[in-house]
């Protein structure tokens, strides 16, 4: 019987066999790679034993023609009931004076962890010549940084008056004519961000934990990050963890806690991928980051997500890439990325066997050389097929 996945007074999340699981389509390319995926995610279940009872919920461009809501109420309180869901792009209209859906949910949520891991599967094409040496997982904050949405438009009452406030309180000079945004970093957001990937990487045999900061030019937001995040080790994980510090970069038998300036990581995860294991990071040198390392293992079509709050057991796991309208409804684009992050929500909900068996039956897939157009110019010999056909060849071998 269908029943709703909760979270027991000790912080584990029950989920039963067949968990009442909300979803969100998604805008242009969404009604493509979503039954798709589908497909996919009930044939791995089924396999198990199990099965997941579907809920679909609006949001975008759907839910605005059926309600006039972007994000209706209803939308973010299954999420909320639920713990767990996923979905796929979502539009983000532009200059309409809504801010773009995906931040909405991820701030309403409090889903302070981007979890982006990015790894590259046997055959996929990559502009690298070593892509089987990236295996990384992004630990992006998610809830402060410059996404705080905290900015003054040029030349508004507003931004005068902060400009005015700054000149005052502490001798700022603002240029005329600025925009001005804000960028908080908190000790709280930022220990529960590092703490989880501290705890990921201990519970997934992980050998480090590198912490990527602008602390040299930014020293009271990024470098406090950072010296939070040490900090974090010493009063919480001393017994099982040791900051680079303090103990000259020889951890033993310790997980090792280091850190790198933003600018240098973007250099390194390409020339030497090996040195970064999980990353911990605040949240605008997450998204550049996640992105420029999904180029490294195939790119965008393939890349997946999770928004986690581990404390309240919530998780929205989503495509990371956007809507393509251009090939909206075409049966072309390639649904990875959302069967990935469905991988992600399978090992969250503790289904590991049948999160394993989709990447199995994905790397056959590929290996056969069965793939949609993204990959198919990339590669010779390929067999180009639709998205719902790249779907019915994972179901095959699975
Ligand atoms: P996009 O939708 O990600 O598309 C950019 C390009 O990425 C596509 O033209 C295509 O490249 C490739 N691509 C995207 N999805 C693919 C897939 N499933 N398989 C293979 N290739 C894929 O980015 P955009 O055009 O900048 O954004 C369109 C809309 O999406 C905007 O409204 C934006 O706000 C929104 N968006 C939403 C999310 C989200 O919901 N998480 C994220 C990003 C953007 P080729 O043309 O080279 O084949």
Not at 110 to 127: H, I, K
Request: glycine share 10%.
């Amino acid at each position: 019987m269908a029943q709703p996945i909760t979270m027991s007074p000790d912080g584990a999340l029950q989920v039963p066999d067949e968990p009442i699981i909300p979803f969100i389509e998604g805008d242009g390319t969404g009604v493509d790679i979503w039954p798709a995926a589908r497909l996919v995610f009930d044939a791995a279940a089924a396999k198990q034993g199990k099965k997941i009872a579907w809920k679909e919920v609006l949001a975008g461009e759907k839910a605005f023609k059926e309600t006039g809501d972007w994000l209706p109420d209803k939308t973010v309180e299954a999420f909320r009931e639920h713990l767990i869901g996923i979905k796929g792009p979502l539009t983000t209209p532009i200059g309409g004076g809504i801010r773009s859906l995906n931040v909405a949910l991820r701030l309403i949520l409090d889903l302070y962890v981007c979890l982006r891991p990015v790894r590259w599967f046997t055959g996929v094409p990559s502009p690298v010549r070593h892509p089987e040496k990236v295996d990384m997982v992004i630990f992006r904050e998610n809830t402060e940084d410059v996404y705080a949405g905290l900015e003054v438009q040029a030349g508004t009452p507003e931004a005068d008056r902060l400009s005015a406030f700054l000149h005052d309180e502490l001798g700022w000079e603002i240029r005329p004519q600025s925009g001005i945004g804000i960028k908080p970093i908190s000790e709280f957001g930022s220990k529960r961000l590092v703490r989880a990937a501290i705890e990921y990487a201990l519970s997934h045999e992980r050998e480090s934990v590198t912490l990527v900061h602008k602390g040299n030019i930014q020293k009271f937001t990024e470098g406090a990050f950072r010296n939070w995040g040490y900090d974090l080790v010493r009063d919480e994980f001393s017994d099982v963890a040791v900051g680079w510090d303090d103990c000259d970069g020889k951890p033993g038998s310790k997980l090792l806690v280091k850190d790198t300036i933003a600018d240098i990581t973007l250099q390194q995860v390409l020339t030497r991928p090996e040195d970064f294991d999980v990353i911990a990071t605040t949240n605008l040198n997450g998204d550049y980051l996640s992105d420029a390392l999904a180029a490294q293992v195939g790119g965008i079509g393939i890349a997946p997500g999770g928004n986690i709050n581990y404390v309240t057991g919530h998780g929205v796991f989503e495509a990371t890439h956007g809507t393509a309208p251009k090939y909206a409804g075409q049966d072309k684009v390639n649904p990875g990325s959302v069967i990935l992050s469905g991988v992600l929500m399978f090992e969250h909900l503790g289904w590991g066997d049948a999160a394993a068996d989709i990447v199995r039956a994905l790397e056959a897939t590929i290996a056969d050389k069965i793939v949609t157009y993204d990959f198919a110019r990339l590669m010779d010999g390929a067999t180009e097929v639709k998205c719902s056909e790249f779907a019915a060849a994972i179901v095959d071998r699975l």
